[in-house]
């Protein structure tokens, strides 16, 4: 069969699909601190009204995720997008309520809007139009997940490592403004821990100093971040986010620590980071050779890319392009998201959704309804057409 998106120009119900955002953006499900029972419940009842087998998956008590799976046969193809928010903050920063959901000039208004539950708005409706079109929906899956905004560790990744999301070709939906994300960058984040030995501060030549030495090793760390670059994500970085150290003015401060972010472009290896770190204490030690530092690396997330010619990139953007009747653009992400989960289980995956990322977290997130509308539309083309392989 070819589908175009004319096809579904009057199968798409804009009300219903502005009415679900805005009931979803009025729950407030806000991690931190992580809740998301509420909404939750509410996209459960949704894919139960499409006729789906639905089932809750809880990492943390009351911080549900829900799977929804369509007929009996292994998912071929997932939709995974998340449902909590990040907090609002001061309200009297937001010119409307962050979770009113208010409608003007074309745009919802509200936290969660674009980011995410405008794009789990959009799939459900994709879904609602495939039905109404009688197409398969067999093998098709939805997850819609729970705390993606504080690193996915208690929805997208257990549900992956539990072997319950295990479709071979994936759509993570975020904002991307309908571009199409075929890589990503991953985030490293390391401790850097410096001794030094304690003594008086009038006789800083009795003791060893560990400010003194995280110094001097944190001006080399960015000189070792390679000078290398991805096409669609760009080079690595380097921050350094936290230092502590030191107990009082007067004494030689016998411990620093340092927390350092290093995003890594696909093809970088935890072990390339330990080098290039040692690298930098390395050349801090020629200056002080007594320098005693180590490197701890709590959390490694990978990095990812994949390949321009995989169906789940070439099939979204075809439909990311008919739905908005011009090209679409494919990019990368130098920040997250609970795609890297996938495909570090080999999953083919792309993250495309409505909504716009420059508003996301801020206190003017909103989104444009004509373009959730083509959201929709893109995926129910997207979805059909990689079912149908
Ligand atoms: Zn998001």
């Known amino acids: 069969m070819s589908l175009s998106a004319k096809d579904f120009d009057g199968l798409i119900d804009r009300k219903r699909l502005i009415d679900r955002l805005q009931t979803m953006v009025r729950i407030p499900s806000e991690n931190p601190p992580g809740n998301e029972a509420e909404v939750a419940s509410l996209v459960k009842s949704y894919c139960a009204e499409l006729g789906f087998d639905t089932s809750d998956h809880e990492y943390e008590p009351g911080r549900p995720s829900v799977v929804a799976t369509a007929g009996s046969d292994p998912p071929a193809l997932c939709y995974c ?95 991307t403004s309908l571009r199409i994300v075929r890589a990503q960058r991953g985030p490293c984040w390391f401790r850097l821990i410096v001794k030094g030995v304690a003594g008086h501060g009038s006789a800083p030549e009795r003791g060893v100093n560990a400010i003194k030495h995280m110094a001097a090793i944190l001006l080399h760390l960015e000189e070792t971040l390679p000078d290398i670059s991805h096409p669609v994500v760009g080079g690595p970085s380097i921050n350094v986010g936290t230092i502590s150290g030191g107990e009082k003015v007067n004494v030689i401060p016998a411990s620093c620590i340092a927390e350092v972010d290093r995003r890594t472009i696909p093809g970088e290896k935890i072990e390339d980071i330990e080098a290039q770190v040692q690298v930098a204490i390395d050349r801090a030690r020629e200056r002080f050779p007594d320098i005693d530092a180590r490197i701890e690396i709590p959390h490694f997330g990978t990095p990812f890319e994949v390949s321009l010619d995989a169906p789940v990139v070439t099939e979204m953007v075809r439909a990311s392009g008919e739905a908005q009747g011009s090209e679409a653009e494919i990019i990368g992400f130098r920040g997250s998201s609970d795609a890297r989960f996938f495909a570090e289980h080999g999953a083919s995956v792309c993250v495309c959704g409505p909504g716009d990322i420059t508003v996301a977290h801020t206190a003017r997130e909103s989104i444009d309804l004509d373009e959730l509308e083509r959201g929709a539309i893109a995926y129910a083309l997207a979805f059909a057409r990689l079912l149908e392989r």
């Open 81 to 175: 997008s998340h449902i909590d928010v990040v907090p609002a903050g001061d309200p009297s920063l937001w010119d409307a309520d962050p979770y009113g959901g208010d409608v003007r000039d074309g745009r919802m208004h509200g936290r969660g809007s674009s980011d995410a539950k405008g794009p789990v708005a959009a799939a459900l409706e994709a879904i609602e139009i495939l039905k109404a079109a009688g197409i398969d929906l067999a093998g098709f899956q939805f997850a819609f997940v729970a705390d993606e905004e504080t690193m996915g560790l208690k929805g997208a990744k257990p549900l992956v490592e539990a072997g319950l999301l295990t479709a071979p070709t994936v759509i993570v939906g975020e904002p």
